[in-house]
């Protein structure tokens, strides 16, 4: 959870997308590799597959802004979604680690009022690069990774009955509340 406080814009953005990386890895906690790779829904969409996708999306960002040992191909966007037999889960959130504090220190420094391309988006009929400020971008991502903080609760909650606030709470060392028990097995 993002506290109300007063930061500047890009602290502001910043945090948001931190906190929901924060519920995204939150989600496999407690998870052996074959529940995390679960789909209990009717998308083919599991934890494992959730955070691999996610952190194509970052290398994506860290790529396009030329950080040194990012490469990134579109092409692959539809494999981001589901883990190979050699993508354990552990490696998984080892990848997810890595490239999320490269990530964030990249946004962090980010000028908001930078310009730059953005896209393609041939999913949604936009199949040509567009210009748009940084700022544009960081909200994108907090679209982008709340959406799948989102699928992720809902699977969890599928797999075992974990809580998003449950599992942080149990993460974070909360404790217990009227409202809120940390999750355990």
């Known amino acids: 959870m993002y506290f109300p406080r007063k930061d500047n814009e890009l602290d502001t953005l910043c945090n948001y ?12 906690f407690g998870l052996d590799d074959d529940a995390a790779r679960r ?3 009717r998308s083919a969409l599991s934890i494992s597959g959730l955070l691999k996708h996610v ?14 040992g990012y490469e990134h191909s579109q092409a692959d966007f539809a494999a981001s979604f589901t883990p190979t037999a050699e ?8 990848r997810f680690d890595s490239v999320r504090a490269d990530y964030m220190e990249m ?23 567009q210009v748009a400020k940084l700022r544009y971008i960081y ?27 449950e599992l942080l709470a149990a993460i974070e060392g909360w404790e217990p509340n009227e409202y809120i028990t940390p999750w355990s097995k």
């Open 39 to 41: 789909t209990p829904l």
């Open 55 to 68: 952190t194509f999306v970052m290398v994506g960002s860290l790529s396009g802004a030329g950080v040194a």
């Open 17 to 28: 997308l931190d906190v929901q990386l924060d519920a995204l890895r939150a989600s496999a």
């Open 87 to 94: 993508e354990t889960l552990d490696r998984i959130l080892e």
């Open 107 to 129: 946004c962090r420094g980010g000028d908001l009022e930078a310009e730059l391309p953005v896209g393609p988006f041939p999913w949604y009929g936009m199949d040509e690069p």
């Open 139 to 165: 909200v994108h991502a907090v679209e982008e990774f709340a959406r799948h903080a989102g699928h992720a609760d809902i699977i969890r909650e599928q797999i075992d009955g974990a809580q998003a606030a």
